[in-house]
């Protein structure tokens, strides 16, 4: 997964970087199966849609095996690090369900917006990386980019308390015209096992999922260890606190995971 | 748009036709202009999302002349005389709008399960024809069809009061996923313009809009004059009572509007 320059060249303008099939099938499917065993969990970190299906399980690399080996993942953390130059932290770690029929819309947002104002991050100097557990089609409610959004740093935006079950800092319409009409729209799609890595500016929304197909993805949003939070509002599980640099497992860690049949909790 | 007999027989397997780009773009223009007139209009027809941003206007074609007209098309009312083998009265007739952003999700349904049940339709010897008025795209909440759901009749269903403004016979979930599993799951999309005929059994959702573009469609719901509805109880401009045949106009009947410019109100 070293980037090469023209990888590189292509995050700058866009925002975005897309690598359909990056993990195998076996190592998606041991994940999805460590997903519904976090879904299952009556924790604070997991977090349900007004209908009661899950929608976020928070930190779930802190309490369970699967998920603390993909949160030190080399397929996920090396890109990172090569593009924001130096050793990252874990800032938050979101396993988002999506459910069929029931998962609902993220509103327009840009991540960079909310670890400013709530965590008082100092620089956009973070970044999301993104799993497929599910294959991600146009009919379960696929992420959308707006391509070249991240360029112009932290929009304003409204504190939406009420659309969902997660406050969420949105921006507005007459934005969202705006940048659309320049960077036009993309919703990346493709199997299991892809991975979607995204600038913490890049402006995004996920409409409800209404088709019969479950659609989880895993998030981990890293950020350069010099570029830590310095406000401590939200739960520790929410926007971490511990700073310690990851240090990459071995490429197959999962695949080890995958031979033995099973996750492991 | 007279069918061929492979086209009838596609019709027959999936449940649905698609012709990009049936009508011109200065046609499709004229007509979009309509919409916009008829969404300001303060009328009973006129519903709106909880939003307050139009959701459907019925029966444009009995107050505005460019939607008559529509009504009447050749290009809308042939392929479907073909298909139902006769005659054909309108019985509904909806400017769908699924506003930017605003536009709220239709449930899974089957149309000809509200004929059925609420207007006493005898027989599913009717069809929807609709004309995109925007241009759709995998953005801004295009209609989700599951191929081959039409042929097996009317399928249990629980009226839902509150998802959104409109009252709607829906299906449950278990049998959504047994039909996509079986038949899949197709989004038709394309130009302003384009016209999509199916079946009053194919089962059909939307989802929400979150998209910065809106996206008007206008639906014909044409009935063999036989085959009429036998109660009457939802509103004469929700399920119509005149079951006069509708005699085609001209080819160029809109093009005449939309060469003087504008929209005939």
Known sequence: MRLSQEQIDRFDTEGYLFFPGAFSTDEARVLKQAAEDVYRLERDEVWREKSGAARTAFA?????????????HPRLLEPVMQLLD????????????????????????QDYGT??????????????????????????????????????GVYEAGHDLATTSYPLWTLDKAKI???????G??????????????????????????????RTIV????????NHIRRFKRAEWIAHRDFTPIEPLSDDCLA???????AAE
């Open 115 to 152: 670890w400013a104002r709530d965590d008082l991050m100092p620089e956009p100097r973070a970044m999301n990386i993104a799993l497929f557990l599910d294959e991600v089609t146009e009919f379960n409610g696929p992420l959308m980019f707006i391509p070249k959004s991240h360029r112009e």
């Open 86 to 109: 130096g050793p990252v932290y874990m800032h938050q770690y979101k396993v988002n369900a999506k459910a069929a029929f029931d998962g609902d819309v993220w509103q327009w947002h």
């Open 60 to 72: 779930a690399h802190t309490y369970n095996e699967t998920f603390r080996r993909l949160g030190a």
């Open 177 to 183: 015209t705006e940048l659309a009409e320049r960077g």
């Open 256 to 262: 080890a995971l995958a031979r033995a049949g099973q």
């Open 185 to 214: 729209m993309v919703a990346p799609k493709g199997p299991a096992g892809s991975v979607l890595l995204f600038h913490c500016n890049l402006v995004h929304a996920s409409p409800p999922n209404i088709s019969p197909w479950s």
């Open 219 to 226: 998030y981990l949003s890293l950020c350069h260890v010099e």
